[in-house]
Every structure is written in C-alpha cells, then in structure tokens.
C-alpha cells in the first residue's frame, strides 16, 4: 500500500539528511481494507510502514488467505474457474474520503504472481485482470478494486485415473455384447463391468468438489 500524508513532511538537511524513517504501523494513519471473499487466514507480524520525507508512505503486509469461489465443473476435468479477490474499504466514501488505484498493471502482476505460483500443482494459472468500481453501500458510495484470476485444471491425472479406464469398460462391454460368446457369460461379464462402473462413480464422486450447481459432463454420462 502506498498513500501520502502532506502532515507527515519535513527537510532532510535538518535532520542530518534523514529523508526515510520505519515506524509501527499505528503510528499514523493508514488505509483500512477488507478482503470481501475472505473466509480465514494468517496474518504477518510486520506491522511497520516507511515514511518519506515527501509526506509518502509506504506498507507491506504479506498474508495468507483463503477464499471462497463459485465453480462450475460442467467441463470436469478439462474446467477453468475464475475467483475474484475483492478489495474495499467501507469506513471511508469513495466521493469525499478515500479512492483506490492499484499501482501495477495487470501484465506486471501476472508476471509476477507466475513467480509465485506453484507450477507444478493441480492448477494453473492462466489470466489476471483487475476491475476498479464503486459500490454503492448505504446511500454512499465506496471504492472497490477486484482482481479477477483464472485458474485452469491440469487434466492428465483424470484421464489416466478416470477417462480412459471408463472407454476401456465400454468398448469392452460393446465387444461382449456383440461376441459370439454364450447369454450366460455375457450376463456375468456385464455384472462385472457394471460393478467396475460403480466403483468409478465412488471415486469420482470422492474427487469432486460438492459446492457447484451441475455435476460434470462425465458424470452424467
């Protein structure tokens, strides 16, 4: 976070040319935000902000968090979901008090957040955008920054685990059914794959997650 406080200036040939002092953060005043998705987590223990001679502040306060998303799993396991990471601050009007611009573009914060980011993991990380807007909240207006990412499922796993052994038990219910194979090993075959069916409807009921309005294509079918 960065903000300016024109209180907060001095000369630095006055002060031995201090021009930067750190100082706790409730020393002065800062910005008070909210993580609108946030359902818990950690915060850090750098309470410490920098301040300018020019009246400049400057905070940084790396945390961790977790956040609620709505998925859609009707393409499972070839999805890409979407979360916002709202923030806002409803103690100030966005008219009179306080407004927020983010500092970096959103191709700079890709760039960045890709540094980050476990490449190796379920998902990847595909697309950052940020949404600056105001919301109206209590006959006043507030300022909302979102960054919206995109996220897109790493499907292998599933179709070695689960698409694959599916077509192998279809094709091979076809070839049976149509076989010159006698009625009665036909019906135990199928009573076969019709329990090996059963069991991947466990395991893919076991992976999925529970918290979307339509069940994937493949399990439908």
């Known amino acids: 976070q960065e903000w300016k406080n024109t209180f907060a200036t001095w000369d630095p040939q006055d002060f031995c040319n201090i021009s930067k002092v750190v100082l706790p953060t409730d020393t002065y005043w800062s910005p008070p935000i909210f993580i609108l998705e946030r359902v ?45 990471l709202s923030i806002a ?3 100030y009007p966005a008219v009179t008090d306080l407004v927020m611009k983010t500092r970096r573009t959103p191709a700079e914060m890709m760039k960045d957040s890709q540094s980050y980011f476990l490449t190796d993991g379920e998902w990847k990380f595909t697309n950052l955008s940020i949404i600056e807007y105001l919301e109206e909240l209590d006959h006043g207006e507030f300022s909302v920054v979102t960054y919206v990412i995109s996220m897109e499922r790493r499907p292998t796993l599933y179709i070695l685990n689960l698409i694959l052994p599916t077509c192998a038990l279809y094709l091979l219910d076809m070839a049976v059914l149509f076989g010159p194979s006698s009625l009665e090993e036909k019906i135990s075959f199928q009573i076969a794959i019709i329990l090996g069916s059963s069991m991947l409807a466990v395991i893919l009921n076991n992976i999925l997650p529970t918290s979307s309005n339509k069940p994937p294509v493949i399990g439908i079918h």
Not at 42 to 48: G, K, V
Not at 52 to 75: A, D, E, R, W
């Open 40 to 84: 818990n987590g950690q915060n850090s223990n750098l309470d410490y902000m920098a301040v300018m001679h020019n009246g400049s502040f400057k905070s940084t306060q790396p945390f961790q968090v977790t956040l609620t998303c709505s998925l859609v799993i009707l393409k499972f396991p070839f999805d890409t979901q979407t979360c916002n």
């Open 89 to 91: 601050s409803f103690l």
